[in-house]
Nanobody, 118 residues
């Protein structure tokens, strides 16, 4: 069974920074995609950023230039460095892991709260 453990959320002032981490454990294919999604209160969940095991990245337009996604394949861990945070970045951030060709395995973390407020 695959598990995702997130950490790093919290309260930060506008303009501040936070780094989220998500460590995956269990039986994981080496070729996979990890990513971060967020859901603000009353809104649908949206993509923040994804990164493949080969290092290809994808970002939502709203975070380009401010957030950086990275990963350590040896540790099956993905990071999200968030800079210049804005109140509208406030949301529950969840980690996602996907792998598989014929059958797509899809796992989610429990989510971590990020609140940007003065």
């Amino acid at each position: 069974q695959v598990q995702l453990e997130e950490s790093g959320g919290g309260l930060v002032q506008p303009g501040g920074s936070l780094t989220l981490s998500c460590a995956a454990s269990g039986s994981i294919f080496s070729i996979n995609t990890m990513g971060w999604y967020r859901q603000a209160s009353g809104n649908k969940r949206e993509l923040v950023a994804t990164i493949t095991s080969g290092g290809s990245t994808n970002y939502a337009d709203s975070v380009k230039g401010r957030f950086t996604i990275s990963r350590d394949n040896a540790k099956n861990t993905v990071y999200l460095q968030m800079n210049s945070l804005k109140p509208e970045d406030t949301a529950v951030y969840s980690c996602r892991l996907r792998f598989g060709a014929i059958y797509q395995y899809d796992y989610w973390g429990q989510g971590t709260q990020v609140t940007v407020s003065s």
